[in-house]
């Protein structure tokens, strides 16, 4: 069983940078696909991004597309999610999930086993 605590959230102003971190402990992190989605108030999770185990794969969510990207250091137990370019829609909670199911990478809640708590991120305009 792995553990996920997401990090780096914070206050940023529309435009801006943030990069969220996902340090993962208690399993063999490589063999993890790793998501991340994001949750505003009344509104459903939403798919933002993912990687394969072996970092060789990637996939975004539409509305993240070319402003987010997405790494992981396995040496590290560690998935990075750089974003850029923030609107306030960007507003959410942001999870990290990790997946059992290697390829391609899942963008459906219900296919990720463990979750982290959260991390909040607030965009500005």
């Known amino acids: 069983q792995v553990q996920l605590v997401e990090s780096g959230g914070g206050l940023v102003q529309s435009g801006g940078s943030l990069r969220l971190s996902c340090a993962a402990s208690g399993g063999t992190f490589s063999i993890y696909t790793i998501g991340w989605f994001r949750q505003a108030p009344g509104k459903e999770r939403e798919f933002v991004a993912g990687?394969?185990?072996?970092?060789?794969?990637?996939r975004f969510g539409d509305s993240v597309k070319g402003r987010f990207t997405i790494s992981r250091d396995n040496a590290k137990n560690t998935v990075y999610l750089h974003m850029s370019s923030l609107k306030p829609e960007d507003t959410s909670v942001y999870y990290c999930?990790?997946?059992?199911?290697?390829?391609?990478?899942?963008?459906?809640?219900?296919?990720?086993?463990?979750w982290g708590q959260g991390t909040q991120v607030t965009v500005s305009s």
């Open positions: 990687i394969t185990g072996s970092g060789t794969t990637t």
């Open positions: 999930a990790a997946s059992l199911l290697r390829w391609p990478v899942r963008a459906i809640t219900r296919e990720y086993d463990y």
